[in-house]
Nanobody
Framework: QVPLVESGGGSVQPGGSLRLSCVAD?????MAWFRQAPGKEREAVAC????????YYADSVKGRFSISQDNAKNTAYLQMNRLKAEDTAMYYC???????????????????WGQGTQVTVSS
């Protein structure tokens, strides 16, 4: 069974919106979104602590992206508004079930990863 399944990527014009979904196969402590553009390192986008709903964002997406959850469905969402060309990347859902570890923006914090979904922003 695949632990994380993403959906919702696609192509959109600058200024447009997309919503990504990530379904986990069970309990998670943190769910997060990372992205990786060709030739660049994977970078953190946003995360949500599923217990209290605390959210954190990378500076590059603050005010434009919003992460939310539906705990009953073990699902996290990433609403992306006012998309820019530089948001183009493969987006990955990540999750971890343990409560201790490195900071949320570090990929090493997560031991569950989705297969990725492509987001392309182009006119």
């Amino acid at each position: 069974q695949v632990p994380l399944v993403e959906s919702g990527g696609g192509s959109v014009q600058p200024g447009g919106s997309l919503r990504l979904s990530c379904v986990a196969d069970g309990y998670t402590h943190i769910m997060a979104w990372f992205r990786q553009a060709p030739g660049k390192e994977r970078e953190a986008v946003a995360c949500i602590y599923t217990g209290y709903g605390n959210t954190y964002y990378a500076d590059s997406v603050k005010g434009r992206f919003s992460i939310s959850q539906d705990n009953a469905k073990n699902t996290a969402y990433l609403q992306m508004n006012r998309l820019k060309a530089e948001d183009t990347a493969m987006y990955y859902c990540a999750a971890v079930r343990t409560a201790s570890g490195s900071k949320w923006m570090s990929p090493a914090r997560y031991d569950l990863w989705g297969q990725g979904t492509q987001v392309t922003v182009s006119s």
